[in-house]
């Protein structure tokens, strides 16, 4: 069986870093895998990655993936009693849910749009939006530093959800000629409510059909 490792995925960028693998063996705990090209090695163990693999259903193929991270490296692997070869040892952290190697879908909502992002009490002005993160401006009199998490407030046509959120980037635009007492940050969204996912779905499907209806 194949699978696909996604390893470091870099929100602003839209990036992800992809490798090939296949599974020499699954347990209750986790999985072993083949070496990936290019190879895992010892800086990659504690590393979260996600392991994703193709499904057949009636309406056509899904994939489906789960969170987990690299436990150590095996030199010796066994295959059977006459080859070793090198393996990953993956230990599993979540269920299996549905996956997109796509990157999230970015869009701009504007203020009439029903979405609204807050850091503590403070309505930051929202620049875009995904499933995976957002990319907002707020006073920098109020600094967020890079790589801290932040509780957040997301609203969606006035209903309110407490967001997790990882700060990826922050820069000062002001060396481009922009306001200088603005601070912009790219976050990337970790605990989301079920409902909160759902609604915000569907209102970035909404806003990518109204923007390509324009165009």
Known sequence: MSVNVVLNVDVD???ADVRN???YDVDSSGIVLSQTNPPFTKYHIGKEITVTYLVKRKEGPIRIGFSGKVLNI???YSLHSSKTVQA?????????KIYDLRMHYRVNPKSDSGIHLYVGNEKVNLLDISIGGARFCHPIDNPIELGVMIKMILTIDWERFDVEAKSVNVWYPSEIGRRADLEYVSVQFFKMDKKCSHLL??????IQREF???T
């Open 13 to 15: 960028k839209e990036l």
């Open 21 to 23: 693998a296949v599974v």
């Open 88 to 96: 990953v040892n993956i230990i599993r952290e979540s269920e299996l």
């Open 201 to 206: 779905s569907g209102k970035i499907l909404a």
């Open 212 to 214: 390509l209806s324009k």
């Open 74 to 76: 095996l030199n010796d």
